[in-house]
């Protein structure tokens, strides 16, 4: 039995020999190579990369003892303008009282006069009897009423798009739409003067910024022309780039109107604020169903935040009702801009920023007065003159640090339709008394 | 083992299917149902990558229909529900004008039963709605601070035991706007594992995530502190100039509340800055429901910011920063949310002042009992209330993460299958629940999330836990190896009636 065993072996044996002649020399060489590479592997002493091994336990605990982290926040002086804000007593309605004084309001963006309307008024208790103040949820579990469907319908309706997206909070709109759609390795123009909110958006998608000055169609176009020559030359990376352009309605920051009809002939996305004129909070993005419907699972502050409070949904459906009920309230508001840009113009020492029919406009230091502190010292004085003789202003407040064109300090005018021309007539000349006053 | 391995053939199943499903849409053999490009887009470059979108197109639209229900009442112990129905799987919904009332609700995050109608309760919200309207119209540091934002304020320091403290319009805005402001390119952040919602836009901020399973691991954290400060900034090797370690209080997917008394003496030992994120813990954990800091016993003052929101135990919107004077003036004037968003608006600010009243005492209300028990009364039946249904739940054999006395029970289901048959199911029995799956959870641990709340009562719950063991058996979704308790009745009677 053995010897037939072992004959069989060495039969086996001489197939395997036979075997190895006939197999072509790549295959063997290949082999060779492998089996090679598997005994170095398990032979080669296997070292940890994170172990940059130069430094002795002793003085690792050295160094971690002496560490000092620097504190978690710089203190911050005591006469900060942010510390000594403006407390409003009472609602911030036409008739306001700041620090105590009774003024006009012409600092709260309260532009069609709502914030105070008894028909909003009366539409968010009916809501909050029926719901209750918060939704306890985001939209994906059971945190969408009916109300916030029947809100997202009107809004497209009234913008005249396919479909709108609302937003529990007016800065997290466009600062959640823009990575939903651009990510990184795209390309993005946008104006100079866009506002914080943009700005922040363009930040958390990671694309390439490419500004075009404000307002400036020829440089967005020069900057478009670049582009088309750099994917010429790389034809495969420009396939997978997308392009945006982003631009302002009415920028907050300079008072004026990007040029649209020159821009561009259809829109694919807009996105608006219900804090300001709706007398809501909150925000949408409205236009065609194909783009808003990405938003509904990739828009960061939609999936992960609690949704708007039906109050609020209920009120901007009310305020909405208005606008279309009323629609010369427009024409009275545009009116009453013009009105005040024109008594406006001609103070000594400041100047006008702003179109005339923009009911936000910015006074601005005609001259600087050496530092921007300085600058803002000044304005904070002409502010402080008017609140004390009955007309509320504010000074367009920034972020000094963080952005990326920083506006020159100013005063904010807001324009609404609850003002009447005596109130406008009023408060310009105390403007430029205030000017004439403070800057002489 | 075996349900892991089924779970991944229930992904590889639907993903062939999917490919088979785009294959036929694009030969023009099914119907497209998604909307479209417009036509003179076309040679644009696509908006959105076709294989991003698989996983939405083919995987999810099937069980679509189990989020995004729209309801039409408060969302408290029990709610309506619209009918909606679909004709074309999912494709489009449409309502039927029905409502399906009283559902149970297990989905809302509503620990303290603060979202109620309750005339009497929103007496003062109501009033407060009347005197200040709806807006605000401007931002802090404009023209938005009201005298109301001062008292809430001054209320929330006094609740959590701090100096002083922020509030802010949205909970989701108050970590993406404040954060930044904290944190700059030289500082460093660990981030403890973190569901949370806001931390998306930290970019130039070097981060380490710890992945979900170190939850609760010590050493790794321990490891990634000394290695931070030894090393430290990667390829320059300049000391980092702080470290922030970031926490949840109690993370919303896993149910587990944070061990804070050794991140504390870690954080101690290596003089690190701590940033809790009390979104779910605040009013729902603790004896009077001051959050974890109570329910640990530790001082305020260990915690360096504490960060919570008021969408959920409170039943209002928006979030608050609280810590030191120093802090949270720096916040006031550096924060972005203070400089450019819009102020939290009044009669919210109101019910979060009443809610919050009524958790400290100051106000008279009484709930049904004697004044002096009576505000404590939410707390400890949110106490009981979790503590009852995560006994249950465990003696009929599910698995459920978390900690104990959380109110957070993730249950886990694991096959994407059961995922839509369980919601549907209990949807039939009228009760609401909460399913998650991938992308917010491990492909493998899809789970239904049940959200315990004060305004329960035992019915309801005892519905619940009927339903769950029906539709357990049904589905087996039974996965524990521990045997179940025969004798249930023994705890019951000791260990939560003598509370009374």
């Known amino acids: 039995m053995a010897a037939a065993a072992s004959v069989g072996q060495q039969w086996v044996l ?275 169903s194909f783009i808003i419907d990405h938003q509904r699972l990739s828009g960061q502050g939609y999936c992960f935040s609690a949704s708007l409070p039906p109050l609020l949904a209920a009120a901007a459906i009310e305020a909405l009702n208005i606008m279309e009920d009323n629609p010369d309230i427009f024409h009275t508001l545009r009116a009453k801009c013009e009105r005040i840009h024109r008594a406006l113009q001609g103070i000594s020492g400041l100047n006008v920023v702003g179109e005339s029919f923009s009911p936000a406009l910015h006074l601005r230091l005609e001259d600087s007065y050496g530092s921007r502190e300085n600058d803002v010292k000044l304005l904070k004085k002409i502010v402080d003159y008017c609140i004390n003789r009955g007309i509320a202003l504010t000074q367009a407040r920034y972020l000094d640090k963080e952005e990326k064109y920083l506006p020159s300090p100013s005063i904010r005018v807001v324009v609404t339709v609850e003002q009447t021309e005596e109130e406008l007539d009023r408060a310009a000349s105390l403007i430029k008394e205030a000017a004439q006053s403070v800057l002489n | 083992m075996y349900v892991a391995v089924l779970t991944f053939v229930g992904f590889g199943v639907g993903t062939i299917f999917g490919y088979l499903r785009d294959f036929m849409r694009a030969w023009g053999l099914e119907k497209r149902n998604v909307a479209q490009e417009r036509e003179q887009q076309k040679d644009f470059v696509p ?48 309502f039927t004008g029905r409502t399906i009332k009283n559902v149970i609700n297990m989905g809302s995050y509503n620990y303290l039963g603060f979202a109620e109608t309750d005339p009497n309760a929103l007496k003062t919200v109501t009033k407060e709605l009347q005197k200040y309207g709806t807006g605000i119209c401007s931002t802090r540091q404009e023209m938005g601070t009201l005298d109301k934002h001062v008292e809430l304020e001054n209320l929330v320091a006094k609740f959590l035991g701090v100096e002083d403290a922020m509030v802010f319009g949205m909970g989701f805005a108050t970590n993406s706007m404040n954060i930044p402001a904290l944190v700059g390119k030289a500082n460093m952040k660990q981030y403890y594992p973190f569901d949370g919602d806001g931390m998306n836009s930290l970019h130039d901020i070097h981060s380490r995530f710890l ?146 009243k009524c958790l400290m005492g100051l106000d008279g209300t009484t709930q049904g009992k004697t004044p002096s028990l009576a505000w404590l009364q939410r707390v400890r039946q949110l106490g009981k209330n979790t503590r009852y249904f995560r006994r249950r739940l465990h003696e009929m054999g599910f698995i459920i993460y978390g900690n104990d006395d959380s109110p957070v029970v993730p249950l886990l289901l694991y096959m994407p299958g059961k995922i839509g048959a369980f919601a549907r199911r209990m949807l039939e029995k009228n009760i609401g629940v909460v399913v998650v799956g991938f992308p917010a959870t491990p492909i493998t641990e899809s789970r239904a999330r049940f959200c315990v709340s004060a305004a329960h009562t035992r019915e309801m719950l005892d519905t619940v836990l009927n339903a769950l063991d029906e539709l357990g058996d049904f589905l087996h979704l039974k996965y524990s190896r521990y045997s179940k308790s025969s004798h249930p009745e023994l705890y019951e009677e000791t260990l939560f009636e003598f509370e009374d």
């Open chain 2, 47 to 94: 908006l959105y990558q076709d294989f991003e979108n698989f996983y939405t197109r083919n995987l999810y639209m099937r069980i679509r229909d189990n989020w995004n229900r729209p309801i039409c009442s408060v969302p408290g112990p029990q709610f309506d529900l619209m009918e909606r129905v679909t004709d074309d799987y999912n494709w489009t919904f449409r």
């Open chain 1, 14 to 288: 001489v197939e395997m020999v036979q075997a190895f002649y006939e197999a072509p020399a790549y295959h063997l060489i290949l082999e060779g190579i492998l089996i090679l590479w598997i005994i170095r592997l398990i032979f080669s002493k296997t070292y940890k990369l994170q172990e940059r091994s130069d430094l002795t336990p002793k003085e690792k605990e050295e160094l971690i003892e002496e560490w000092q982290p620097e504190p978690l926040v710089p203190p911050v002086s005591k006469d900060h303008p942010a510390l000594n804000y403006n407390i409003v007593s009472g609602p911030p309605t036409h008739k306001i009282i700041v620090n105590g004084k009774e003024c006009i309001n012409f600092a709260s963006f309260n532009f069609l006069g709502l914030l105070d309307n008894e028909k909003v008024k009366s539409a968010a208790q009916a809501s909050l009897k029926k719901y209750g103040v918060g939704t306890c949820g985001p939209r994906g579990f059971y945190g969408t009423f009916d109300v916030h469907l029947e809100l997202e319908d009107r809004l497209a309706k009234f913008m005249r798009t396919e479909e709108a997206i609302i937003y529990s909070y007016g800065f997290a709109t466009i600062a959640s739409a823009i990575p939903a759609y651009s990510k990184r390795g795209d390309i993005v123009f946008v104006d100079e003067a866009a506002c914080f909110a943009i700005q922040k958006g363009l930040q958390a998608s990671r694309s390439n910024i490419k500004l075009f000055k404000h307002n400036d169609m020829t440089d967005l176009e020069r900057l478009l022309k670049e582009q088309e020559t750099e994917d010429q030359k790389n034809p495969r990376k420009a396939r997978v780039t997308r392009r945006f352009i982003v631009v302002e309605g009415l920028y907050m920051n300079t008072g004026d109107i990007c040029p649209l009809p020159e821009l561009i002939d259809d829109i694919d996305l807009i996105s608006a604020n219900m804090e300001n004129s709706l007398a809501s909070i909150g925000g949408f993005c409205c236009g065609r």
């Open chain 2, 211 to 356: 992945p979900k399973n170190l939850i609760g691991d010590m050493q790794s954290l321990e490891k990634l502190l000394r290695d931070a400060i030894i090393y430290g900034q990667p390829r320059s090797h300049r000391a980092w100039k702080k470290i922030i370690i970031l926490v949840e209080g109690i993370y919303s997917m896993e149910g587990s509340i944070v061990q804070l008394p050794e991140i504390v003496s870690l954080k101690k030992k290596y003089k690190a800055y701590l940033y809790l994120d009390e979104a779910h813990s605040i009013g729902a954990v603790g004896a009077t429901g001051r959050g974890v800091v109570e329910y640990f016993g530790m001082n305020p003052d260990d915690v360096d910011v504490l960060m919570g929101t008021f969408t959920k135990s409170f039943g209002a919107a928006g979030g608050y920063i609280a810590g030191k004077k120093g802090l949270v003036d720096f916040l006031r004037a550096h924060s972005h949310s203070a400089v450019y968003a819009t102020s939290m608006c009044p009669p919210v600010a109101e019910q979060i002042i009443r809610a919050m």
